[in-house]
């Protein structure tokens, strides 16, 4: 039986130094490797030896006949601070992505003062009310309390409140 090898050919990084000088050609010729890996007997050593030209050719080739997969292999990765809610709500829509955005959950949200007046009072009245409606829980503290009105707080937010996010997404 043959023996199964196996090589790690990308990495995602958060070196600036590379980030900077990865353009988005040099993102389309790994999509030209991945798609000769499909069509050559060649090793993946020859395969990224073969002229830039001929790749990128391959890769062009790939884009018009809607042979995307070949590019999802590079993920691009997106900070994003002072975006709006609604634009986050529709990232986290899309297909085939990652997401670290600040939560509304675990932490205090800020809007305009309006909204930050509003978050507040409600933010208060949802502590009353679950302390309430369970008096005699031992195991809701106050830390679970507060987390829970923060949660219900939050929907009194705009949805054009700015926020901040992480959002990677494959190259495809």
């Not at 949802?126 to 309430?132: L, S, T």
């Amino acid at each position: 039986m043959e023996e199964m090898t196996i090589k790690v050919v990308g990495i995602t990084t958060t070196d600036e130094r590379i980030i900077n000088n990865t353009t988005i050609k040099e993102l389309e010729k790994r999509g030209g490797h991945a798609a000769n890996i499909c069509y050559t007997q060649k090793s993946f050593g020859d395969i990224i030896k073969e002229p830039t030209e001929k790749t990128l050719e391959r890769a062009e080739g790939n884009k018009i006949n809607h042979h995307h997969s070949v590019f999802g292999h590079d993920t691009i990765q997106l900070y994003f601070e002072g975006i709006p809610k609604i634009i986050a709500m529709m990232l986290n829509n899309e297909h085939e992505y990652n997401t670290s955005e600040k939560s509304g959950r675990y932490t205090t949200m800020f809007g305009n003062e309006e909204e930050n007046k509003l978050y507040q009072k409600w933010q208060a009245i949802f502590e009353e009310e679950i302390k309430k409606a369970y008096p005699n829980e031992v195991y809701l503290t106050d830390k679970m309390i507060s987390k829970k009105a923060k949660e219900n707080a939050r929907y009194l937010l705009s949805i054009f409140m700015r926020t901040k996010m992480k959002y990677s997404t494959s190259f495809r």
